[in-house]
């Protein structure tokens, strides 16, 4: 097996990649970032909130972990639709 030296190639510069994007393409990819970013945290709180409800936790951490839920689905809604938004735009451009 050949062995690789990671010490004499330069680490990519992610602000390389994204230089060519336009606005409306650097819009696009902060939101599905922050949509993508928003279900995993739908789905921590979510998990977190099963486990209370298998092994009988809080009621005031299960109440909590509902409100933060309802929280994250109103934000991933918002974004979802700005989301869609930008993709109509995308398309008309």
């Not at 390389?16 to 393409?25: C, I, K, P, S, Y």
């Not at 099963?50 to 934000?75: H, I, K, M, W, Y």
């Amino acid at each position: 097996m050949e062995h690789l030296d990671m010490s004499a190639e330069a680490a990519p510069d992610p602000a390389v990649g994204l230089a060519g994007l336009t606005d409306l393409e650097m819009r696009t990819l902060a939101c599905r970032t922050e949509l993508a970013t928003l279900f995993r945290a739908i789905q921590g709180v979510a998990g977190l909130t099963a486990t209370n409800l298998e092994t009988g936790g809080s009621l005031q951490e299960l109440t909590a972990f509902f409100v933060t839920l309802g929280q994250l689905d109103q934000r991933a809604s918002d974004e979802a639709g700005r989301f869609g938004a930008l993709l109509s735009s995308v398309g008309s451009a």
